[in-house]
């Protein structure tokens, strides 16, 4: 979060980049090689995609995201080329009361402050924190599952929708929307449209295909459960 400076964007990008090449070449030098290596990666893969329904076969996006996640997962492909079978969790959203964006936005709402961010029209591809967990779980256990794999929720929602479902279940109202003006104001034109305003309408396709069944499949059920 903040505003993406140089410096900052350069942290970014090592912290992902450098760091996973590093450990999936010593991977890979290893006498014991590991059966399998779960790197993570993120939807902003796929960068603002509007409508489009995306999959773990769909083109990555444009911008400075996108460009980091391919680096990223592609830093993994050295341990997959010395046979580790490699997946890349490509994660959503992730709901938790305890931290992230949730937390965050948990105390305007509470007060009665809370809207949608922008035009609201933005999908956003969440899912719950638990079934993030059991997810990783299943990725490790199922074999035949490599390469990208999307984390998200079945059931992806316009932000107007999370945020009316979000104060919904805390019994608020949510009257005060964040014009986009102000969100590149506080955040920086690049990081205001790349995390809060991007699109990105994912589908868990081989997650589902390989047998695993979430816990939380709608918002509100997984909002309930976490407040």
Same mark, same amino acid.
């Given at each position: 979060m903040g505003r993406w400076t140089a410096e900052k964007k350069k942290a970014i990008h090592e912290s992902r980049v450098q760091g996973t090449r590093n450990l999936a070449t010593a991977l890979a030098r290893s006498e014991a090689k590991p059966a399998v290596l779960v790197c993570a990666s993120a939807v902003g893969f796929y960068g603002n995609r509007g409508d489009e329904l995306l999959r773990e076969e769909s083109p990555g996006g444009q911008g400075f995201l996108p460009e980091v996640c391919r680096e990223w997962e592609d830093a993994s492909r050295i341990a997959a080329e010395a046979g580790i079978r490699?997946?890349?969790?490509?994660?959503?959203?992730? $709901?938790? !009361?305890? %931290?992230?964006?949730? +937390?965050?936005?948990?105390?305007?709402?509470?007060?009665?402050?809370?809207?949608?961010?922008?035009?609201?029209?933005?999908w956003w591809s969440w899912i719950h924190v638990d079934d993030i967990v059991?997810?990783?779980?299943?990725?490790i256990r199922t074999e035949s599952l490599s390469?990208?794999?999307?984390?998200v929720a079945p059931n992806p929602v316009r932000n107007a929708e999370?945020?009316?479902?979000?104060?919904?279940?805390?019994?608020?109202p949510a009257f005060f929307p964040v014009p986009e003006f102000a969100l590149k104001l506080a955040f920086g034109e690049m990081a205001a449209s790349e995390l809060l305003l991007a699109s990105q309408r994912v589908e868990p396709g081989k $997650?589902? !295909?390989? %047998?695993?069944?979430? +816990?939380?499949r709608e918002?509100?059920?997984?909002l309930e459960n976490l407040l």
């Open positions: 490699t997946v890349n969790i490509r994660i959503g959203l992730v $709901l938790s !009361a305890k %931290g992230g964006a949730l +937390r965050s936005m948990l105390t305007p709402f509470k007060l009665g402050l809370g809207g949608r961010i922008g035009s609201g029209q933005q059991r997810g990783i779980h299943h990725v390469g990208p794999v999307n984390l999370f945020t009316k479902v979000l104060a919904s279940v805390l019994g608020r $997650l589902t !295909a390989s %047998g695993y069944t979430f +816990r939380f918002l509100r059920a997984a």
